[in-house]
């Protein structure tokens, strides 16, 4: 099965609980557009399904984005046992996994992958290509001293997954949409399409750097059987981060820090040469 159909089932999953938890959540009877323009917004009935990906909750049981509980603690300077515990299990998924968070979750790398094929299939096949620097520790060390310094979380703010949930929450349910997120999620969205495909992922998103340093001793990793390899190069096409596969098992300076595990290079490769492996 090629591991990108695989992925689809996740992210629509993710998709479709993004759309179902605030139409569950709220009462539509008190959906007046009066209302919300006076500042009475609907009453939310109780609801045992919550968040997103930033955080959730499903009957009693959390489960936290472990960037999202390291600001909890920097912010409030409380370390409270329940918020450590629901952050144990993504923390694991990505000591073991990598940041398979940002291929096979995340919603906003799944929008940015479907904006890669639509222009692909409409216009510029030659895109500019934007030359920017990883930024995203830069920002990740910087917005956490400001949640530190300030009491207040700062990285939810401009978390692109978890502006795609706010959005869509503030949608179905007040039938609006922030002008903060929709100019964040235009504007990547946009200078992905035209300037450089994953800019965001590459370059800027502190929730992927926390995630790909958390990762770096993954077990479960591209493998690549060299004798296979034809060095068509179609690998290193595909990749969304601009890694090298063609290079494994060859450069033994390879690195593969920011291998998200989306197994695009392994879908492409046409003589099998690239697997999943488990590192010993
Ligand atoms: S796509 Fe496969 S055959 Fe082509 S260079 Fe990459 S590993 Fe080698
Ligand atoms: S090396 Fe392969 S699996 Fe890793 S990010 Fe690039 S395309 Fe995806």
């Known amino acids: 099965m090629k591991a990108e159909h695989a992925r689809r089932i996740f992210q629509l999953l993710v998709l479709g609980v993004l759309i179902a938890v605030p139409m569950y959540s709220q009462n539509p009877i008190e959906w007046a557009p009066s209302r919300i323009a006076m500042g009475e917004l609907p009453t939310p009935r109780v609801s045992r399904v919550w968040g997103d990906t930033w955080s959730f909750s499903f009957y009693g049981v959390s489960i936290t984005h472990p960037l999202a509980a390291l600001e909890a603690v920097l912010a409030s300077r409380v370390l409270y046992l329940p918020l450590i515990l629901s952050a144990l299990l993504p923390l694991l998924v990505t000591l073991l996994m990598g940041r398979v968070f940002c291929s096979w979750l995340c919603p906003a790398g799944f929008l940015l992958e479907l904006t890669q094929r639509l222009r692909g299939r409409l216009w510029m096949r030659r895109r500019l290509v934007l030359i920017a620097g990883d930024h995203r520790y830069q920002l990740l ?29 503030y949608l179905l349910t007040y039938g609006t949409l922030s002008t903060g997120g929709l100019l964040l999620l235009a504007g990547v969205l946009t200078v992905d399409t035209l300037a450089a495909r994953r800019v965001w992922c590459r370059s800027l998103c502190p929730a992927g750097g926390f995630l790909s340093a958390l990762g770096a001793k993954r077990l479960l990793r591209i493998g690549k059987k060299v004798e296979r390899c034809i060095f068509c190069g179609e690998c290193n096409r595909v990749c969304p981060y601009g890694l090298r596969p063609v290079e494994l098992g060859i450069d033994k300076d390879y690195n593969d820090k920011d291998c998200d595990n989306c197994g695009l290079c392994r879908d492409a490769c046409p003589s099998g040469a690239l697997y999943y492996r488990i590192r010993r």
């Open 141 to 169: 060390v910087f917005s956490l001293l400001l949640t530190l310094l300030f009491a207040t979380p700062v990285v939810s703010a401009f978390d692109l997954p978890h502006v795609v949930g706010r959005e869509l929450f």
